[in-house]
């Protein structure tokens, strides 16, 4: 059927004509032509006045990206502007989720689209997952102890997980050790959840090893307090 291609009114569509493009759409998937179909798919997306539908362009064009073009990032990119303009559509969340526990590289880029929608939908226990995944690409103390401490407030305020959340809580200490404010976290939530051993076990531990004579006093003195 390739010779269907070279119809005149084909080779000259343009993003108006959705009648052309869609007939081409279905040859190029049929004859296997990915680039000739990505660039179908980002017409009709173009010309897309109905939301519902260029949902749906946008959707494929990810597919596409991720599978027969092997280009993750392009497909990051169509599943952002998916979910911006529906939170919803889980298939494009389900894509990003695969594309941040399987591309390092991308997985900061793909939590950064995820983390609001499943905030704004109440989807806790998926933001605690989303957080953990996210932990493993951060490098800098404060950003990981950031993270840490944001999944300890929706362990503790969303999912009533006070052990949990101090257990989030006391892996930042280890990273940022010398925090009033975490300390003061820490604290109030080994109240809540009946446990300050775990608390006074890292403070040891942490005075122990740390080379910074101020901070290992400071949590020397703190231990003093439990």
């Known amino acids: 059927p390739t010779e269907l291609l070279e119809q005149p009114e084909d080779r000259e569509a343009r993003p108006g004509d959705a009648a052309v493009l869609a007939r081409l759409e279905s040859l190029y998937r049929a004859e296997s032509m990915w680039d000739d179909l990505l660039e179908n ?55 990003l989720r695969k594309i941040a526990e399987e ?57 009533g997980r006070s052990a949990d959340a101090l257990g989030a809580l006391l892996r930042a200490l280890e990273e940022t050790p010398d925090d009033p404010s975490l300390h003061e976290d820490v604290a109030a939530v080994s109240e809540k959840a009946g446990d300050f051993g775990r608390y006074a076990d890292v403070l040891a531990t942490r005075a122990g090893a740390t080379l910074d004579a101020v901070v290992a006093r400071d949590l020397h003195v703190r231990h003093g307090k439990i």
């Open 103 to 159: 591309r390092e590289e991308l997985r900061l880029d793909a939590t950064d689209v995820l983390l609001p929608v499943v905030t704004s939908e109440g989807r806790h226990e998926d933001r605690v997952a989303l957080l953990e995944l996210r932990l493993s690409s951060l490098s800098e103390p404060t950003d990981r102890a950031q993270a840490l401490r944001t999944m300890a407030t929706v362990l503790d305020r969303d999912l």
């Open 41 to 95: 798919l980002r017409l009709q997306a173009a010309g897309a006045e109905d939301k519902a539908r260029r949902v749906e362009l946008r959707v494929a064009l990810g597919e596409l990206h991720a599978s027969r073009l092997e280009d993750p990032a392009s497909a990051l990119e169509q599943y952002r502007l998916v979910l911006a303009e529906d939170p919803t559509e889980r298939r494009a969340a389900d894509a």
